[in-house]
């Protein structure tokens, strides 16, 4: 956050840097948000035993599998109009 | 506070501003990545609800596709209205300053 | 983040700088929380179609102007009586 | 953790504390600026459910008002008691500690 | 963020300072999550009045002592088999 | 993007390294802890709806503690089926790519 005095290549570093830091950034958030978007639609929330059935780990497997497919396909609508 | 505190800024030698530039960039890059996440969980929540195959089926990518459409033409129009409001917010004294 | 010596003055701008930086994420926030509100607010979420209907439309308009409000009525009263 | 890192730190050079006490204080703006969206986005989905005029009407703001002065109180008290459980925590060896 | 010459000590104290901050951050974000969640779980939400009433109060309090109970058993469990 | 990226950062000096090291730790930090924070807040929730005392019972106890549980055992199985995801992406080019 401190510099005495700033070259136009150090601010190249740093963006560099930046964005590589926000890149990770995402990737950790989508990695969140897809753990908890499936925990939510696969996991039984009375919690009645403290392992994971068949039913849900195959329930996840799929929602993983299809949680990718629409990151990709949002990605695409996006590459194709706009912000991305 | 930002129009004040950009305000000073023009006065300040290149360096900051060469700082602040990266400094907006690097926000700008952070948002529209976090836009992506948060539309696909969106759409994924709203659209996907069976899991019997690992692949999308033609109905899932369907509403996927609006849903990702609507909500970008969903956030321009908030966009055009949220704009027209901060600039009346800046030039107008009757209405009532966010901060 | 890395700076081998750090005077006030350095601190100072710094400061200036992180501030401004703050000032700049709460509005990008404000915009997000805005732009998922409205959306849960007004947007049918089945899908049917692509387009936004009129009817949509209109509530997105007083959807973000009534945000707005809300924005500054509880500025007013957190200026009043403490954090912000 | 934090505690005997900021014991350390009580040792560490003048630089090192500016350092510190300026990473707080941003903090603590970010903090209060997050809690404001935060209390706006809980009041407007509390509240504001008739998209037919563009402006609030008197029930509407009354019950905004009502919802971030609750808010505010809410907040308080959970400080308060936050505070007394991170205390017993810090001089209590009975109680397990937090991390 | 920038610096023209980054010594193993200079990252060192950068460390120092940037699992400060962590800590930092993640305390907010607890008592931030523990404010909502209690909110939530305690709170009246249509907002007949503006002050909290003894009920609301009570659950208040507890709603908070079983909250960091909560952490705690958490933490106990990462503790042992993983992440933290 | 980010492969891209790393590659040329193994061309870089090792200061760089250095400094791409301690960022990734400090992600990895900040990751970890707000997981925490997320697994306590689901568990809460899901675990917790009587206020009438102000300890926990066994009963509450045990939800969490399988919750937790859960949730350990879901984030795991979840975080290797994206390993899977992630590398087929990289190395085959029939799979539409990520960015």
């Known amino acids: 956050m401190a510099a005495n005095r700033i070259t136009p290549q150090q601010v190249n570093r740093d963006q560099i840097f930046g964005m590589a830091e926000k890149e990770m950034e995402y990737r950790v958030e989508m990695f969140n948000k897809l753990t908890q ?20 780990n195959s329930c996840i497997d799929r929602c993983v599998s299809k949680y990718w497919q629409v990151t990709n396909l949002v990605g695409q609508l996006l590459g194709n109009q706009g912000p991305m | 506070m930002d129009k004040n505190m950009l305000g000073d800024l023009d006065n300040l030698p290149e360096e900051d501003k060469l700082r602040m530039n990266t400094m907006i960039e690097q926000l700008q890059i952070r948002d529209s990545l976090r836009m992506y996440n948060n539309l696909v969980e969106r759409c994924f929540t709203d659209c996907i609800d069976n899991f019997r195959r690992k ?14 459409e609507k909500w970008l033409k969903h956030s ?4 055009l209205r949220f704009a027209e409001l901060n600039q009346g917010a800046a030039t107008q004294d009757e209405v009532p300053s966010s901060k």
Not at chain 2, 76 to 79: L, N, S
């Open chain 2, 76 to 79: 321009m129009r908030v966009g």
């Open chain 2, 55 to 68: 692949n999308l089926d033609k109905q899932e990518e369907t509403c996927v596709r609006r849903c990702a």
């Open chain 1, 37 to 56: 978007t499936c925990f939510a639609k696969c996991v039984e929330n009375r919690y009645k035993e403290s392992e994971l059935n068949m039913g849900e």
